[in-house]
């Protein structure tokens, strides 16, 4: 069963201090589950999860997380905002962007 949220639901930010997520984008697949202190970085091609100490700021509407990977920058942030993972119908209530070294991806979010 998908999780569906209401075109008129509220989107706001979760409660201060809440980080516990799970981000995940499509081609190409990636996810990352987000607990205080560390994102958990996977995909197809990195597996187990790559476990990165992180630290978090919020930004307006916005939660950003920051680290590095392989002496690369990560940053993965999280903002109120429908979003379609395209790949089924599930409709999320976050829209993510993960940055790593000179790469973006777009991607979905839900609270974990």
């Not at 809440?18 to 197809?44: C, N, R």
């Not at 599930?90 to 991806?105: L, P």
């Amino acid at each position: 069963m998908s999780a569906v949220v209401h075109p008129s639901a509220p989107l706001v930010p979760p409660p201060p201090g809440l980080t516990h997520f799970q981000a995940l984008g499509t081609e190409p697949f990636w996810s990352i589950d987000v607990a205080p202190g560390k994102l958990a970085y996977s995909s197809p091609e990195v597996q187990p999860a790559v476990a990165i100490a992180a630290t978090f700021l919020t930004e307006g509407k916005k939660l950003r997380f920051s680290g590095t990977m392989d002496g690369k920058p990560v940053v993965l942030t999280i903002e109120p905002g429908t979003c379609s993972d395209g790949m089924s119908d599930t409709v999320y209530a976050y829209k993510a962007t993960f940055r790593w070294g000179g790469q973006t991806e777009q991607g979905c979010a839900r609270l974990k």
